[in-house]
């Protein structure tokens, strides 16, 4: 098999930073790039010499691409995804999978059904941090597991360089879907499935806007308690703690990237970590399960999981406020 071609629909910001990685790897050629708006989709085709295409449709019709990257709002990913299914393409969707677990299910199915490669775009696994993180856990660095913790905090939502139509949407917006399913993600990777989970969703009084705070409990199938905490608009700086609380030891993945670790009666030092490109690896990945090799890729039927949990977030809350606090 020789290079993989790409097709790119959405080029917005994280759209823009893939497509440079699939340009940046030895095995795959974005081959073209479709977006609604089109000042964006020119000004980013011709920034690297990419072929823009008129719609989705024109995209996915096209025999020489054999995969699509849909990197659109999450109101777009269940239609774009099952045309580009159609058209017989191996999908990477960015996440959450869908609106709902409904779509999740039904992209999934139509995935394996066509026995087409499917993935989510969840990177952050792909970081030397987490990779440590994961070491630190299967080699019993914690002991016995007491909680997991998630706090999220924003000093703005959407962040300066996150400003769109539908960033601050109730219906597609907000930091529980674009920020909490990549530690429910890792959660679920690391631990197993979710259970009981509750939430408290706060939101402004205008309907149209998304939640400005959550609270999230839930317990892991041995009873460990897991916290997810956000909240955005505060006078502090963002600050982004995934943290492991064992009877030995703690870890503590910082803002994506840096790793804190400390034994009993020790305080916490910065693990040493290897320069990787998580994104070169990540694509590594998806390139071995195109060739039908071995890989780690987040497929559909994680993302399914992840939608579930997303789910009885957003839509089984035990109460909802508003608040209109500055």
Request: glycine residues 8%; proline residues 4%.
């Amino acid at each position: 098999m020789g290079d993989i071609k790409v097709g790119i629909i959405g080029a917005g910001a994280v759209g823009e930073t893939m497509l440079k990685a699939f340009q940046e790897h030895s095995e795959t050629i974005v081959a073209g790039v479709t977006d609604g708006n089109l000042e964006r989709l020119h000004h980013v085709a011709a920034k690297y010499n990419i072929t823009p295409y008129k719609n989705s449709k024109e995209l996915v019709s096209d025999d020489q691409i054999d995969l699509i990257y849909v990197a659109v709002p999450p109101n777009f990913h269940y239609p774009l995804t099952l045309e580009a299914l159609n058209h017989n393409k191996h999908v990477l969707c960015e996440k959450p999978l869908a609106n709902s677990l409904e779509e999740a299910k039904i992209m999934m199915d139509e995935a394996v059904k066509r026995n087409l490669i499917h993935a989510v775009n969840f990177p952050t696994i792909y970081r030397p941090a987490f990779k440590k993180l994961m070491q630190y856990k299967e080699a019993g660095f914690l002991g016995k597991l007491r909680r997991i913790e998630v706090h999220c905090q924003f000093e703005e939502w959407p962040r300066p360089w996150q400003h769109n139509s539908w960033i601050t949407s109730r219906s597609q917006g907000g930091f529980v879907r674009e920020v909490f399913p990549h530690y429910i993600q890792m959660i679920q990777q690391l631990f197993g499935k979710l259970h009981g989970i509750q939430s408290i969703l706060e939101y402004p009084s205008d309907q149209l806007l998304c939640e400005t705070g959550a609270l999230v409990t839930a317990k892991l199938e041995d009873g460990t308690s897991v916290l997810i905490n956000g909240l955005s608009g505060i006078g502090v700086k963002e600050k982004i703690r995934f943290e492991l609380f064992g009877t030995e030891g703690f870890l503590s993945l910082n803002d994506w990237m840096e790793l804190l670790v400390s034994r009993r009666g020790k305080e916490p030092i910065r693990a040493e970590l290897p320069a990787e490109n998580h994104l070169q690896n990540f694509i590594c990945d998806l390139v071995k399960a195109i060739k039908r090799e071995a890989s780690e890729i987040v497929t559909f039927n994680h993302g399914c999981e992840v939608q579930s949990v997303l789910d009885k977030i957003l839509f089984q809350a035990g109460s909802h406020f508003s608040s209109d606090k500055e």
